[in-house]
């Protein structure tokens, strides 16, 4: 089995690559440099970084003002600091202006693991797909990072990226990969269902996929790398051809991905969409990978979730 890299370290690797391309962007952190690995960009550009303390607002005021100086600025937190203490900041002193910046949220979802459920992030991506204007890119491993990074500082305008501290499998790795925000990625083929994931819930996806097909039920899956602006085509394509959706998030089924799919279909193709995700409740601490089979966030439960979305059918 290829080795397994946390988006997180993929990130910081990627920002300090482009960073090197181009000497308008600029790194802001809010004191976790070593965690959210935007120490590797801060090392290699020491000018061009910014540790600004534990004061999120204050630092997105100011990635907000960098921007307006033709810079690109990253902004760093852990994902619950960034969508939960930055979002005033973020809704009215970046998107309400339209500005560029780029908030990075670390650390996102149940897989922080032992810290616990006021640090595990299930509503970030709710949050920030709410905001008019607001980008929202989760990848799901370290090939679709490094693109997703690339994508976003040559995007003008405000985005939120979402990775995360569990290392996880690569499955981009196929020939003629390509990432374009807002552009879905299909990496299986299906007729009975479609399987829908973002982060890392896109590898057990393939693996769900895999199960399925050993019972007789073909499965697509589609790596929305893209919340927002959502693939509305190929989530309505699944939704005539494959006749029922199964969606998968490490966040909470209200307001995210699921939500996302749920409102397209609901509004173009109306067929039976089944989400999978944190159930409407907090996080806790204990074990990453324990953590995602309490709360039912593995490919057999996308197997479940899948057959009960076929028996929906009409």
């Not at 005033?88 to 979802?109: F, M, W």
């Not at 895999?210 to 039920?217: D, F, H, M, R, V």
Request: hydrophobic share 45%; charged share 20%; proline share 4%.
């Amino acid at each position: 089995m290829a080795e397994k890299i946390a988006t997180r370290h993929a990130y910081g690797e990627a920002l300090k690559k482009i960073g090197g391309e181009n000497p308008r962007i600029v790194a802001l952190d809010g004191d976790v440099s070593t965690c959210t690995m935007s120490a590797i960009f801060g090392n290699a550009y020491p000018e061009r970084f910014f540790n600004v303390g534990i004061a999120e607002g204050n630092m997105l005021g100011m990635a907000a003002g960098l921007s307006t100086l033709g810079y690109v600025p990253f902004a760093h937190a852990f994902a619950m600091f960034m969508a939960g203490r930055g979002y005033d900041q973020i809704r009215n002193s970046i998107c309400y202006p339209g500005l560029n910046v780029k908030c990075v949220g670390t650390h996102a979802g149940l897989s922080v693991g032992e810290d616990g459920a006021t640090h595990q992030c299930i509503e970030d991506i709710a949050l920030m797909r709410a905001i008019p204007g607001m980008t929202v890119v989760c990848p799901a491993d370290a090939i679709e990072t490094e693109a997703a990074v690339r994508a976003l500082a040559e995007y003008n305008g405000p985005a939120y990226l979402r990775i995360g501290r569990l290392p996880v499998e690569i499955v981009n790795d196929y020939p003629g990969y390509e990432f374009k925000l807002g552009k879905a990625n299909q990496l299986r083929e299906g007729r009975d269902v479609t399987l829908i994931a973002t982060g890392l819930m896109v590898p057990e996806a393939l693996a769900a996929a895999k199960l399925l097909e050993a019972e007789g039920i073909s499965a697509r899956v589609l790596d929305m790398h893209t919340v927002k602006p959502l693939d509305e085509a190929a989530v309505v394509a699944a939704a005539k051809e494959t006749g029922c959706i199964v969606t998968a998030e490490e966040h909470n089924v209200l307001g995210g991905l699921g939500g996302a799919v749920a409102e397209c279909v609901a509004t173009e193709w109306p067929v039976p969409v089944v989400r999978v995700g944190v159930r409407d409740c907090f996080g806790r601490s204990g074990n990453a990978l324990k953590l995602l089979e309490l709360y039912h966030l593995k490919a057999e439960d996308l197997v479940e979730a899948a057959k009960a979305a076929i028996a929906k059918k009409k």
